[in-house]
């Protein structure tokens, strides 16, 4: 699969649908769950939204990490140069608080337009595989940022994982 299909709705489906064959033999069994599923992605847009690809997991029960290490496992995202340790401690210690907006949408493989469409706020829903990309680029599980984002969960600390 290639990446830009990752993060569409259909192909993610069609990922989960394969799970949920091997997982469920009964055939009646499995004919409600995949229209449970259905019924919650159709909540999402044609791209897979963050918000739905966080519900599906968490009503499946699947652990976010391991789900999306698997799924996105050709995302090209990759750590920011100002999270690599480095023998100078005074310099671990600041440079990760002087990236530019440019560095991290560069590093986690969100397009720049679209980045700073979403940090100022101008759109609200990040799309599953721009969360994972950050995760990638922040250092940190992809399970701490959805559920930051989604679950209530605590603003994860970066370049700890």
């Known amino acids: 699969m290639a990446d830009y ?3 569409k709705l259909e192909e993610f489906f069609k990922y989960i649908l394969s799970i949920l064959k091997k997982k469920i033999k ?10 449970e599923i259905s019924n919650l992605l159709s909540e999402s ?3 897979l939204d963050g918000r739905i690809f966080h519900k599906t997991l968490i009503f499946l029960g699947e652990d976010i990490d391991t789900f999306c290490n698997n799924y996105f496992n050709k995302h090209e995202g990759h750590i920011l140069a100002s999270l690599k340790k480095n023998e100078n401690l005074f310099h671990d210690l600041i440079n990760p ?39 990638k680029a922040l250092a940190c599980k992809p399970s701490q940022l959805f559920d930051y984002f989604y679950g209530e969960g ?8």
């Open 5 to 7: 299909q990752l993060n």
């Open 45 to 47: 847009s044609p791209k």
């Open 97 to 135: 608080y002087i990236n530019s907006q440019n560095q991290i949408s560069d590093s986690s493989k969100i397009i720049a337009k679209r980045f700073n469409r979403l940090f100022s706020g101008e759109l609200k829903e990040l799309y599953a595989d721009e969360i994972y990309g950050l995760s």
């Open 26 to 35: 009964n055939k009646s069994e499995l004919k409600n769950k995949s229209k």
């Open 154 to 161: 605590e603003r994860p600390v970066i370049g700890l994982n």
